[in-house]
């Protein structure tokens, strides 16, 4: 739990908030070993936490969240600090300084998550969560099950007329208007980087056109619109006009697969799309489906939940890249492509195509200046002297599982650095 | 110890507003506790009212009736030695009290919620008085040393993993050496970027390794003849590898089919082996247990068309490494990855992506050995996941090496060689390629899918537990939680668990070995292990009143517990993991642990206050599942979504573990229904303890006959599947469940 207690011998660093991330934390926490778990954004969970459903199970990553959150919860060698972030590392394996910087709350722990101050305030944001198709309050929870359930005051959304309306609100202090960024060290004898994925930008494949129509989504986005705590409650409709649509497109290995963008195959896509599929048909049972694709990426167990999809008739396996995307003046889009076993030409025109946008290190940028090894493609590299170790989608592109696995992998690397 | 109780209402967060407060705090004199109330519990000052009350009154058992127990819980945890409940006022009555409509004044929902609020104030009064703080297991001697079965590239990992963070470990291999598989490669597949070039193998270096690790100990031509005991204690019998011992595991023999032995009525399957309680003195000692035994390469002579067994020249992958590496590869090669012909396109069963790696790669040894020679990979699906996409592409810039997507419909004799007949190319036409042999991408079956291998002497058997639902690997079930099996303290990786590459099963094996250390570390501080983390608490037994029903043994999820030749229990508290499915099984409540038993929860239902003569006041209990139902329960209330007024909901561990006890202390202290929400069951479970709801479905088909029998409606007592994330929706569940109720009118035994 969060508190300020000074850092004991062998502790560990976990950087990443996500599944790996809290997966590590907790692993190495288990054993017996002292975990500093720091997050950037206000709330644990990461990437999962945004999405509706895991395949193939179709169950809901809150139910794995929970579990994992009741663990920190009754684990005091766990010690959170979300909106934080690494400034600069120090030191060698067995001994790290690291500096870290946390980001102002403006809401403190006094916070009971009552809700008064959201109802008080006037002013909205843009909705990060949901990808901005929705908007939130200035003053918010992250989303139904944040960890630390508490609110985060967006102080550059605010009026000043909002910030005193929510100031008034709460009855318990917790609304901190002067709270500064703070920083602080704390020695470490092995560090886990688990900071995770961004999703591809999907401007950056001019020709799938993403700015020219509200039809056209990432899959991520569509994650959002079929959470039952998503900016439609669940339904899935198209953004801007909120059409229920009758018609949909995946197209796969946007910006994957592709030597101009992400070279590596992303691993998720292809299961997600056909995950979103289930989501489209308990919603839509007969509506439309084309999916384009240069391969199904379903192997082992994944075969069985490919092949319930392949009866359905109402869709149609397009072996294919996607050339072009078209707006059309009625809100629909028609995707261009051809059939690379037939030679045809395809036109089709859909209410809501999908883009199955890749996996990009979200630590890209960040890794230079931390003295980080990566690899070409901005994936963490493991230190050769043991001290710092990658997990989950920081090393590779990989599903949840996988994620799973590699971060319990990086927990024992943590724990035999510590020895030292 | 002697117990000093403090009871504290909060009235902030809008329960002051909801709920009368005056009438809860009459609710806890009812239970003989003066409560106290203060406007922000939670707060600085709140909790030093507590503290106070700790320090000078030597309070020592306290009822926080505020928010609900999955929040604030550093805020009221007061030390490991003072046993706290938790009356559910803020999510639980105030935030989900009903709409005021026309019809539903605010004076009639404040009074629906302030006796909600009762119930709860007087049921977390119960739980304090019938509960105390953990006092943990713990091991007379706990043993650390890590077994690990298999001498593979998963066996090695672990066992150097193991050692390399302070554990002493043993490896047995039922070979004459260490390496497994990964001997018999020629090259491996690149782990590093630029992910492009096959490397020299490096298992002969793991091996050297090994070797020469202190704290390793290697047993080869060994196998295991049976594993004993229990984490942190186990006891293994060893014996040399292909023969036979009395110290095989027996096979599972269950309640009905002993009967029929013991009546001669049929033949004992375990006949010349030692019971499997019996102790073996020269048996050696383990603390946890790394199952590393890898796969066999599958048999692939089902698909007729194909040719394999049939005609010459036609070999599985296995089969073409072996000539790869010890000789030299025919120079016209075909690869095929899916079997299906024109009726699927699936690749063979047990692939993974293994088995596309294998033919990349193997089609660079046809490069290698031939100068004019050419490969042809026929696939249905490529698939290079992640970065083995850059392999891929370096096969693709072989100039000898052709790749298509291709339906093979036939193999066939031809010339001295092999024809191989293609359709759906991508060359958009028939084809027919001449080639001097034809390799199969058959796949590798886990050694867990036609034998035990763990060979457990345990009462629930000697092998894992539904395997079918993963195709015989040993795999979880558990997406988040990849680790999970229903045997604690073993843990499987490698290919035993699923058909993976080297990279991947590094990191899996080296994960495998964190989760043994941790299971004996969690075994020595007395707790359990996932997802129970941390309990410190364990079932225990009054055997005094044991029937030997046996019911507890068959149930528990994980095979917690053995028995002795009458049929009583033997608890192995270490394998446990604390769902209570054993105390909702018992018929004679005689299990229970120290902050969750079956008096405790009776006593709590049995608190609620019933109206015997009002019809609006009907009274339903909820026994929720605290890790799904009781979450999507919080979050609705979060959300200020209205909940059914006539509900009492208790959070229970896992709906294993509701003893149909509680269900008829319910009925007969004249509620109306009772209701249990609980996880989906089915292939896709997603219970955490497995069976628990699925069981719960079961016993309730049970009490139903039982109800019937005294003159209730069988419809009186449901089990409803909830996922956490239906927030939106378990208000619906519970009002159809509700209104049936309703229907039926009150409980004819009200009153009596």
Redesign the interface.
């Known amino acids: 739990m969060t508190d300020e207690r000074s850092a004991p011998a062998g502790a560990v660093l976990v950087v990443g908030g996500g599944i790996s991330g809290l997966t590590a934390a907790l692993e190495a926490a288990e054993v017996g070993k002292d975990v500093f778990l720091i997050e950037r954004n206000p709330y644990l969970g990461g990437r999962v936490a945004q999405l509706n459903q895991y395949f193939p199970k179709l169950c809901p990553p809150s139910c794995g969240l929970e579990i994992n959150f009741q663990r920190v919860k009754s684990n005091r060698r766990v010690r959170v600090y979300t909106m934080t972030e690494v400034k600069s590392v120090s030191g060698g394996p067995g001994n790290y300084q690291v500096t870290l910087e946390s980001k102002p709350r403006f809401i403190n722990n006094n916070c009971t998550a009552c809700g008064a101050c959201a109802d008080a305030c006037p002013d909205e944001r843009d909705n990060d969560f949901n990808f901005g198709m929705d908007k939130s309050k200035a003053v918010y929870k992250p989303h139904d099950m944040a960890f630390p359930m508490k609110y985060v005051l967006d102080k550059s959304a605010c009026s000043a007329a909002g910030l005193q309306a929510v100031k008034e609100a709460c009855k318990y202090d917790a609304v901190d208007l002067d709270m500064a960024p703070k920083e602080f060290t704390v020695d470490v004898s092995a560090i886990v980087w688990a900071t995770g994925w961004n999703p591809y930008d999907p401007t950056k494949m001019t020709n799938l056109k993403y700015d020219s129509s509200n039809a056209i989504i990432t899959n991520m986005m569509m994650e959002r619109l079929a959470a039952p705590n998503g900016p439609t409650g669940g339904k899935i409709l198209r953004p801007g006009d909120n059409k229920e649509p009758a018609s949909f497109a995946f197209v796969q290995c946007a910006g994957s697969r592709d030597e101009n963008h992400l070279e590596y195959c992303s691993y998720i896509c292809c299961m997600a799309s056909m995950k979103q599929i289930n989501y489209i048909r308990e919603q839509y049972p007969t509506a439309k489906i084309t999916v384009f694709y240069i391969d199904l990426r379903t192997p082992g167990k994944y075969e069985k939940f490919r092949e319930k999809l392949m009866t359905d008739a109402n869709i149609t396996w397009v072996k294919g890249k996607v050339a072009d995307i078209v707006a059309e003046a009625d809100g629909s889009v028609t995707l261009v492509a051809e059939n690379a076993v037939t030679g045809e030409k395809i036109k089709e025109t859909v209410d809501l195509a999908i883009l199955a946008t890749g996996m990009e290190p979200a630590a890209k940028a960040q890794a230079a200046a931390l003295g980080l090894s990566v690899d070409s493609n901005g994936f963490i590299l493991a230190d050769v002297n043991g001290g710092m170790v990658s997990a989950g989608c920081a090393k590779k592109a990989a599903d949840v599982v996988t994620c799973a696995q590699s971060a319990t992998a990086a927990a024992m690397k943590a724990i035999q650095a510590s020895r030292r | 110890m002697e117990k000093k109780y403090g009871a504290y209402i909060c009235t902030?967060?809008?329960i002051g507003d909801a709920l009368d407060i005056e009438a809860l705090a009459k609710a806890a004199k009812s239970q003989g506790m003066e409560a106290k109330t203060h406007?922000?519990l939670?707060?600085a000052a709140g909790r030093e009212l507590i503290e106070n009350d700790i320090t000078n009154d030597g309070v020592n058992t306290i009822v926080v009736c505020a928010?609900s127990p999955?929040?604030?819980?550093?805020e009221f945890n007061f030390g490991d030695d003072k046993y706290v409940t938790r009356a559910n006022l803020r999510e639980g009555a105030a935030w989900c009290a009903e709409e005021v409509t026309e019809s539903r004044s605010a004076e009639k929902v404040k009074e629906f919620a302030t006796e909600k609020g009762q119930d709860y104030v007087r049921m977390a009064c119960v739980q304090a008085k019938k509960g105390d703080v953990p006092d943990p297991y713990k091991l007379e001697t706990i043993n650390k040393k890590i077994l690990v079965m298999g001498g593979g590239i998963a066996g090695m990992t672990a066992a150097m993993?193991a050692s390399?963070?302070?554990y002493a470990v043993t490896i047995i291999e039922a070979q004459d050496k260490l390496g497994g598989k990964a001997l018999g490669w020629r090259k491996q597949f690149p782990t590093?970027?630029?992910w492009t070039d096959l490397e020299e193998p490096t298992v002969q270096a793991m091996v050297d390794a090994v070797q020469a690790e202190a704290a390793i100990t290697l047993k080869t031509s060994t196998e295991v003849a049976r594993i004993a005991g229990a984490p942190g204690a186990y006891k293994v019998t060893l014996k040399a590898a292909g023969t036979a011992s009395d110290w095989d595991a027996p096979k599972k023999v269950g309640v009905d089919e002993q009967d029929k032995i013991s009546k001669g009525e049929m033949e004992d399957p375990n006949a010349g082996l030692q019971p499997y309680m019996a102790d073996d003195a020269s048996a050696e000692d383990f603390g946890a247990v790394v199952l590393a035994t890898g796969w066999n390469p599958a048999d692939v002579s089902e698909y007729a068309h194909l040719g394999y067994g049939k005609l010459k020249g036609v070999v599985t992958n296995a089969e073409f490494e072996k000539l790869a590496k010890t000789g030299k590869v025919p120079a016209n090669v075909a690869f095929v990855q899916s079997p299906g012909g024109a009726e699927?396109?699936?690749?063979f069963p047990y692939?993974?992506?293994v088995t596309?790696m294998v033919a990349l790669k193997q089609a660079q040894y046809v490069r290698e050995d031939n100068a004019a020679g050419k490969a042809y990979v026929l696939?249905q699906?490529?698939?290079?996941?992640?970065?083995?996409?850059?392999f891929y592409?370096g096969a693709q810039n072989n100039d000898g090496i052709f790749m298509t997507?291709a339906t093979v419909t036939q193999v066939e004799e031809s010339g001295n060689g092999l024809a191989v007949h293609l359709k759906?190319?991508?060359l958009?036409e028939d084809v027919t390629l001449n080639v001097d042999m034809v390799v199969l991408a058959a796949g590798m079956v886990p050694t867990t899918s036609d034998k035990p291998t763990i060979n457990l002497a345990y009462r629930q058997g000697p092998s894992f537990l539904d395997l079918e639902l993963?195709?015989g690997y040993a795999?979880s079930h558990?997406?988040?939680?990849?680790?999970e099996t229903r045997r604690t303290g073993v843990y499987a990786c490698g290919g035993v668990r699923?058909?993976m590459n080297m990279e991947?099963t590094?990191?899996?094996a080296?994960?495998?070995?964190?989760?043994a250390?941790?299971s004996i570390?969690?075994a020595d501080?007395g707790v359990a292990?996932?997802?129970r983390?941390?309990?410190g608490t364990y079932p225990e037994f009054f055997f005094q009143r044991c029937t030997q029903c046996k019911r507890c043994t068959e149930e528990c999820p994980f095979g917690a517990l053995d028995d002795d030749e009458k049929g009583t229990p033997k608890p192995n508290p270490t394998r446990c993991r604390r769902c209570g499915t054993c105390m909702g099984a018992c018929p004679e409540r005689i299990i229970g642990f120290k902050n969750y038993n079956i008096d405790q929860v009776g006593s709590m239902v049995k608190s609620i206050e019933v109206p015997d003569d009002d019809e609006d006041k009907l009274r339903i209990i909820v026994f929720a599942c605290e890790?799904?139902a009781y979450?999507a329960l919080d979050?609705a209330a979060?959300?200020k979504l209205p909940q059914n007024a006539l509900i009492r909901v208790v959070s229970v561990r896992c709906l294993g573990s509701v003893n149909m006890a509680w269900i008829k202390d319910a009925l007969s202290a004249g509620m109306d229904g009772a209701l249990m929400l609980g996880?989906?069951f089915g292939d896709?479970y997603?219970c955490?303890f497995v069976k628990g709801s699925e069981l719960a479905d079961k016993r309730m088909a049970n009490i139903g006959e039982t109800l019937g029998s005294l003159g209730l409606e069988p419809e009186r007592c449901a089990v409803r599947q909830v996922?956490?994330?239906?927030?939106?929706t378990v208000d619906a569940i519970i009002n159809e469940f509700v209104e049936a109720i309703v229907d039926l009118g009150p409980n004819p035994f009200k009153g009596f």
């Open positions: 902030g967060c809008g406007d922000a939670c707060s928010c999955r929040v604030m819980k550093d993993e390399k963070a302070g590093a970027a630029p699927h396109d699936q690749d692939c993974n992506s596309s696939y699906h490529m698939r290079t996941p992640g970065n083995m996409e850059m592409k997507k759906d190319t991508l958009n993963f195709d795999d558990f997406i988040c939680f990849p680790y699923k058909a991947e590094i990191d899996d080296c994960g495998a070995a964190l989760k250390i941790q570390e969690s501080r292990v996932h997802p983390s941390n309990d890790n799904d979450p979050m979060m959300r996880c989906k896709d997603q955490h996922a956490i994330n239906e927030y939106n």
